[in-house]
């Protein structure tokens, strides 16, 4: 599958490195958020590429729930257990949870079907920054830090009605951002559709810290940053 240039098999676990993990974020997700970049001080390996993993490994499933519990860098060994009837934990090396997965319905490995949701998925969720967070945070007149970013993924649901489409794409219902002090929650709510029909539902959770009141000309230099090394990674 596609999928297996993002990670390496060893044997005390998968192994992420930090170039793999960038590499899928700026390839699929045309994400660029700086903490996915290999020279991050503060690396991550995207969430959505552990929630594609899943999906390669334990197969689609109607309905399914990701939480994400830990941070995933260049030392964490992924441990893949044997999935129960209902859920399954993925923890690193040292036991720790990193990711809680729940599922249920009925389950496929069609690997065109189940490349097509992590391809517009990961399209989709990378709109995130700066299409839709950016009108969410001059509604509410507040920003993160530009000089750390702190935008994580949190967790993400979906289901389906069906598991076999020919035409998938995914189209956004609504944004909502609850700002709390400092943090926020901010929910993207969106639709699978198969052509014309509506098949799905789904919500994604990301967690926004270090909130301070809204500086138009410094979030908009962040953005452009931003946007400046998308355009020059698709160039």
């Known amino acids: 599958m596609f999928l297996d240039q993002y ?10 490195s930090p170039v793999q993990a960038s590499q899928f974020a700026k390839e699929i997700c045309q994400d660029f958020n ?10 991550c390996v995207p969430g959505d590429l552990l929630f594609s993993m899943v999906l390669q490994h334990y197969g689609l499933s109607q309905k399914m729930q990701f939480r994400f519990t830990g941070m995933v860098n260049e030392q964490t060994r992924l441990q ?10 993925i923890t690193d090396q ?6 809680e997965v729940s599922f249920a319905g009925k389950k496929t490995y069609n690997e065109a079907m189940i490349e097509a949701l992590i391809r517009h998925y ?5 709109q995130n920054f700066p299409t839709l967070l950016m009108p969410l945070l001059l509604e509410h007149q507040v920003m993160f830090n530009p000089a750390r970013p702190l935008v994580m ?3 993400m649901s979906f289901e389906l009605q069906t598991l076999d489409a020919d035409n998938l794409r995914i189209e956004l219902r609504e944004t909502t951002l609850d700002v709390q002090g400092k943090r926020a929650d901010e929910h993207l709510h969106f639709a699978f559709a198969d052509g014309d029909e509506v098949i799905g539902k789904g919500i994604k959770k990301a967690i926004l810290g270090g909130l301070r009141p809204y500086e138009k ?16 990674q698709s160039a």
């Open 94 to 99: 040292h036991g720790k949870s990193l990711l």
């Open 153 to 155: 993924y949190d967790s």
């Open 80 to 89: 893949l257990p044997k999935a129960t009837q209902e859920q399954l934990t």
């Open 34 to 43: 700086p903490i996915h970049d290999p020279d991050a001080k503060r690396f």
């Open 7 to 16: 990670y390496q098999h060893h044997p005390d676990g998968v192994v992420i």
């Open 122 to 126: 990961g399209a989709f969720s990378g």
């Open 217 to 232: 000309a410094a979030i908009e230099a962040f953005a452009d940053h931003y946007e400046q090394r998308r355009s020059a």
